[in-house]
């Protein structure tokens, strides 16, 4: 089982990037889905979190308004769309697959992609 991101860049404060996640090796259709971020010097934290039918979602305070978590089951993909971002949104990206959104919230995950690293300049 594979989860590759990818979408990750530099990119100045105010502007917006899309970060896709696709899973191989298995399906992941009845699993929550996430995206969780470690910046230099910090322990990993969540960011958003999606359920298995696409109907529930969870925002870390700080990206609330401002990222969108949403998922293609019939690709197998996880998306984060980031908007309005901020020099301290700047961290590895990591997405996640776990099928209890309880465990996948406080960061319990069975499936770790390997992060793309994004880049946000004042």
């Known amino acids: 089982v594979q989860l590759q991101a990818c979408g990750g860049g530099l990119v100045q404060a105010g502007g917006s990037l899309r970060l896709s996640c696709a899973a191989s090796?298995?399906?992941?259709?009845?699993?929550?889905k996430g995206w969780f971020r470690q910046a230099p010097g910090k322990e990993r934290e969540f960011v958003a979190a999606?359920?298995?039918?696409?109907?529930?979602?969870y925002y870390a305070d700080s990206v609330k308004g401002r990222f969108t978590i949403s998922r293609d089951n019939a690709k197998n993909m996880v998306f984060l769309q980031m908007n309005s971002l901020k020099p301290e949104d700047t961290a590895v990206y990591y997405c996640?697959?776990?099928?209890?959104?309880?465990?996948?919230?406080?960061?319990?995950?069975?499936?770790w992609g390997q992060g793309t690293q994004v880049t946000v300049s004042s």
């Open positions: 090796g298995r399906t992941f259709s009845s699993y929550g």
């Open positions: 996640a697959v776990e099928d209890r959104m309880d465990r996948l919230r406080v960061g319990v995950a069975e499936y």
């Open positions: 999606v359920s298995w039918t696409g109907g529930i979602t």
